[in-house]
């Protein structure tokens, strides 16, 4: 008895080597490309209304196999067409997830150092670091008086859409500007204001809502909004709580909160000049307030 499960312990391991000495480098970078899209797959459903779809289509999936085993005709056929008519209601159904992955798979980000040369870089550069000084001192000063506001930085993906809902100013960006657009009944308070190549480019906009269900019924409709801003597009998205005063960002679907006017300063000035600010430079905000 042992012997035989022996002999059969060794054809099993034999078949295992004889397989994966079959296995080629061609194989294991098709393994490999297939888990890259399987995980890929996974992470743009998960979290989202689409999970719950594809439990739904798994279901069905289960039912027509346990039809098909017990060789029902009628549940068979009936199970047949569903499946068949599905797939292509699936490009319906899931063509809100399909269009967020096929603009996150056409974003490109601009090279670290596309900013560092030349004295157009430089002055660009410039520009970027005061206008993220002025939002930093206007998020302190919103924060401190508990008004709402919403402000989103355009990235990769022009925003012209939502621009044409507001109202177009095109200026520097300038602390007290951000606070009067956003003081409590001002015609553009309710909208978002649209920071495009470091000039205040448009403020009084909408932007579309989130479609995730499943947010803490804390967050209001400004953090829904910067939610569905960031999903839909790759652009920063900061907002301030009516309610608590509390900084928070969006981005690429996720929001994380409490920032400070330091922090939200490190974070834009990374995100923004994607590398290293010289030190002068990036304390230049705390010894501005420190002389006020």
Not at 130 to 136: A, L
Not at 166 to 185: Q, R, S, W
Not at 244 to 258: F, H, K
Request: net charge positive; aromatic share 6%; with cysteine.
């Amino acid at each position: 008895m042992f012997s035989e499960a022996n002999v059969t312990l060794q054809d099993t391991l034999s078949n295992i080597w004889a397989t994966i000495k079959t296995i080629s480098p061609g194989d294991v970078i098709d393994i490999l490309m297939v888990a890259v899209v399987l995980y890929y797959i996974i992470k743009l459903v998960r979290d989202t209304r689409a999970s719950q779809l594809v439990k739904g289509i798994m279901l069905l999936l289960c039912v027509y196999l346990f039809t098909d085993m017990l060789e029902f005709k009628v549940m068979g056929f009936f199970m047949k067409t569903i499946l068949t008519v599905g797939a292509t209601a699936l490009i319906v159904v899931f063509q809100p997830e399909l269009r967020r992955a096929l603009e996150r798979m056409g974003r490109t980000r601009l090279p670290s150092g596309l900013f560092g040369a030349g004295a157009q870089g430089e002055e660009q550069r410039a520009a970027i670091l005061s206008m993220i000084e002025e939002v930093c001192e206007a998020s302190k000063s919103l924060s401190r008086h508990k008004i709402g506001a919403l402000m989103v930085f355009e990235m990769q993906t022009r925003l012209g859409e939502i621009i044409k809902t507001g109202t177009l100013i095109d200026c520097k960006p300038v602390a007290e500007l951000i606070g009067n657009i956003f003081f409590p009944n001002a015609p553009l308070h309710d909208g978002a204001m649209i920071i495009r190549d470091a000039r205040l480019h448009a403020a009084g906009c909408f932007l579309p809502l989130t479609e995730n269900n499943e947010l803490s019924k804390e967050l209001g409709t400004r953090h829904r909004a910067s939610l569905g801003m960031s999903e839909n597009s790759d652009a920063i998205v900061v907002v301030v709580s009516e309610e608590t005063g509390t900084i928070s960002v969006a981005r690429n679907g996720v929001l994380t909160r409490n920032y400070t006017p330091e922090t939200l300063g490190n974070y834009l000035r990374t995100e923004l000049l994607g590398n290293e600010v010289p030190r002068e430079k990036e304390h230049r905000f705390k010894r501005k307030k420190a002389k006020s």
